[in-house]
């Protein structure tokens, strides 16, 4: 991205490089005339995607939700475009980390099933024991 002054802008990182703490905005400029404010300022939990993540919540918002069509432009089946909508919602902090233990006797989530198989945490001969 380039700005108004021909300089290239980097994304900024989310957390602390040294101890791994959260950042804070802690100052603004305006590159048009050069004011400068210094504070503790409200950050986006969007602004620190990166270019993957920005891909995926682009593609799923202009295709108004469609996982379909989210799955065939990342170029991946659908539970794995699923799966990583999901984890995109983990990090944004929009929703729970799935429970490894979900899957209990007597209360098979077909969805659940078909998360856990295109994570790798199941083979294909336990999801369809899970989901017969």
Do not use: W
Request: aromatic fraction near 4%; charge should be negative; hydrophobic fraction near 35%.
């Amino acid at each position: 991205m380039i700005g108004d002054f021909g300089q290239h802008l980097h994304q900024a990182p989310s957390d602390c490089p040294v101890c791994g703490v959260k950042l804070h905005v802690t100052r603004l400029g305006c590159e048009s005339c050069g004011t400068e404010l210094s504070g503790r300022f409200a950050s986006c939990p969007y602004c620190s995607l990166n270019a993957q993540d920005q891909k995926i919540l682009g593609t799923f918002l202009v295709s108004r939700g469609n996982m379909r069509e989210l799955a065939r432009e990342l170029g991946v089946s659908y539970p794995t475009a699923r799966q990583r909508f999901a984890e995109l919602l983990e990090r944004l902090g929009l929703e729970a980390p799935a429970d490894p233990g979900a899957l209990q006797a007597g209360t098979v989530d077909r969805e659940e099933v078909l998360r856990r198989l295109a994570a790798g945490e199941l083979d294909l001969d336990e999801a369809t024991a899970l989901l017969s």
